[in-house]
């Protein structure tokens, strides 16, 4: 699967950012697709995923209430804005991506160790 990211970029704290994932080679209906995340010194953080047998959705604490992981199946694709964004989201954004039905357990799709496509990764570094 090869996965590219869009709409990473330099945004004001309070602001909204809204990335997008493209899918190629496959359809992502059996697949789940996530967003993690990396800061410089710190481990792949899990940001949010979708499920896309039946658009189960499942967000990391960090961002939970601020983030919507969305896809459009049609289109192969997936999208995540997080609002209100601070410092602490500053980081390398990844798309990656996993066959993934039937469906496994609910504690897996928030780790890296779970996907096997990623993608290149898009800088988002958000200013105070």
């Known amino acids: 699967v090869q996965l590219m990211e869009s709409g990473g970029g330099l945004v004001q704290a309070g602001g909204s950012l809204r990335l997008s994932c493209a899918a190629v080679?496959?359809?992502?209906?059996?697949?789940?697709i996530a967003w993690f995340r990396q800061a410089p010194g710190k481990e792949r953080e899990g940001v949010a995923c979708?499920?896309?047998?039946?658009?189960?959705?499942y967000y990391g604490d960090s961002v939970k209430g601020r983030a919507t992981i969305s896809s459009d199946n049609a289109e192969n694709s997936a999208a995540l804005q997080i609002d209100v964004l601070q410092p602490e989201d500053t980081g390398v954004y990844y798309c990656?991506?996993?066959?993934?039905?039937?469906?496994?357990?609910?504690?897996?799709?928030?780790?890296?160790?779970?996907?096997?496509?990623w993608g290149q990764g898009t800088q988002v570094t958000v200013s105070s």
């Open positions: 979708i499920r896309g047998s039946d658009q189960s959705t």
């Open positions: 990656a991506a996993r066959k993934a039905f039937p469906p496994f357990s609910s504690t897996v799709y928030l780790l890296p160790s779970f996907f096997d496509s």
């Open positions: 080679g496959v359809s992502l209906n059996n697949y789940a």
